[in-house]
Structures are given as structure tokens and as C-alpha cells.
């Protein structure tokens, strides 16, 4: 996983993580909110990236901690939070050594799940389970195999001035997502996200402590009219959101 910091960093330069709170960031933290119990308040958000969901949850009542192993995504979550007047608890760790004194109604992770092996998101599902408070709820959003090898490999895109393209690595089960500055390939840095059909995630949370008790696909990308579909098939969307609870 020492491609972590370098992607993310390079992904920051490219302007991603500095947009406002928008429509889609609410309706994540809606989702949230509407799941939990009515005197729950207390959020993890793991992978904060620029706070935009962070700040939403705020914005519901909910007292947020967030946390990124980023330098620059944890100075931006701060700068967002301060913008927008919320009060939010920042913190730059590795979600799998850091240690949490403190535990949560709930612990979100969006974009991102899947960075390691089976055995660090196994890590990962340990510590989440530990830091949850009893009846607690853990929402984390998993990368769909099939659209990733069968819609999105071998696609490329331009954002500002950064190119993208994805590919899959079907040995692994993984999906390859490769940024570098227009002109410049020889700078390309890439994450590699380790995606889960429902089934495969089923077995790897066997003996962890959690259980599953929603399943929400999401939306997809039709490549060919070059639109974003809010809301797909389990077969067909790029990412489906679990939400889990102790036994």
C-alpha cells in the first residue's frame, strides 16, 4: 500500500478535493442521517478527502470526526469546516494503526475501500467494529468487479489539466485508476482498489463482528451517451453501499 500517499497527494494537485459541498455530498450524509437511531449524533468519517461529506453531516446536527491520512486533505477538511462555520474534529492517521480513544454511533468510509489486500481490509473491518458504540451502524461504500472490468477498463478522460484512465486487473480483482498532468505521462501515478461482488464481501467479513443489514447499488456511467445515472442494478453499478451493525 505505499502507493497511497503519493496517489492521493497527486490527485489533490488536481484539483478534485477543492469543490464545495454539492447536491451528492448531502444526499450521502441524508442517507446517513436518516439510518440512524434518533439520539445518535456521533460520525467517523474515514477518507475524508476534502471534507465536502464531513461538512454536510455537520450540517445535519451531527457531530463529526474526520479523519485522513493525507496532510493536505486533512488541511483542507479544516479550511472547509472553518468556511462553512461547522465544527468538525480532524485528525491525519493510518485507519489501520491508529488509535481511537473515542467511539461512534456510526463510521462512514466512501471512495475508497478495497486499498489493501484481503487481510488489511480485514484490519480495517476489525478496527471499525471496535470503534462503533453498541447498536452502532458502519456505512461503507464497495466497488462493483463487474462494471469496473466490463464498462470502465481501458477508458480515459480529461480533467482540467490532469488525464485519467482506468483499467482492470482481472487476476486481482482490481480496479486501476491512473492520473498525470496532461503531457506528461512519465508522472503517472495510479491507486489500486480491490473491488467485491456482494458474495466475496459476504466471505470477507465472516467472524469480523459485523453483519450486513442494508445493501444500496448506486449509480452507473453510460459511456456511450455520456451520461450519469443516479441509480443501477446491482450487476450494473459502479459502487454499492453496505450498511452494517454487530450481530
Given at each position: ?94 485507519f489501520h494503526s ?64 490532469f488525464e485519467r ?83
Open positions: 500500500m505505499n502507493w497511497i500517499k503519493d496517489f492521493y497527494k497527486h490527485q489533490f494537485e488536481a484539483g478534485v478535493y477543492s469543490t464545495p459541498v454539492l447536491d451528492y455530498h448531502r444526499e450521502k450524509a441524508q442517507f446517513v442521517r436518516e439510518r440512524l437511531k434518533q439520539n445518535s449524533t456521533t460520525i467517523l468519517e474515514l477518507g475524508c478527502g476534502g471534507g465536502q461529506v464531513a461538512v454536510a453531516m455537520s450540517e445535519l446536527g451531527l457531530e463529526v470526526t474526520a479523519l485522513d491520512l493525507v496532510e493536505e486533505m486533512v488541511a483542507q477538511t479544516k479550511a472547509l469546516a472553518e468556511k462553512t462555520n461547522m465544527k468538525i474534529d480532524v485528525v491525519q492517521g493510518d491508529i488509535k481511537l480513544e473515542k467511539k461512534f454511533d456510526a463510521v462512514v468510509y466512501f471512495d475508497g475501500f478495497g486499498v489493501g489486500e484481503d487481510t488489511e481490509q480485514q484490519i480495517l473491518l476489525k478496527n471499525i467494529q471496535e470503534w462503533l458504540l453498541p447498536n452502532g451502524l458502519a456505512f461503507i461504500e464497495i466497488y462493483n468487479p463487474l462494471f469496473w472490468k466490463e464498462k470502465a477498463a481501458g477508458r480515459s478522460t480529461t480533467i482540467g489539466n484512465q482506468y483499467d482492470f486487473d482481472i487476476n486481482k480483482n482490481r480496479m486501476i485508476d491512473a492520473w498525470w498532468p496532461v503531457g506528461h505521462p512519465e508522472k503517472k501515478q495510479a491507486q489500486s482498489l480491490r473491488c467485491y461482488s456482494l458474495s466475496e464481501f459476504e466471505i470477507l467479513i465472516k467472524n469480523i463482528g459485523l453483519k450486513i443489514v442494508e445493501v444500496v447499488p448506486e449509480g452507473t456511467i453510460d459511456y456511450e451517451n455520456k451520461k450519469y445515472i443516479n441509480k443501477a442494478s446491482q450487476e450494473e453499478c459502479m459502487s454499492y453501499l453496505v450498511v452494517l451493525s454487530e450481530p
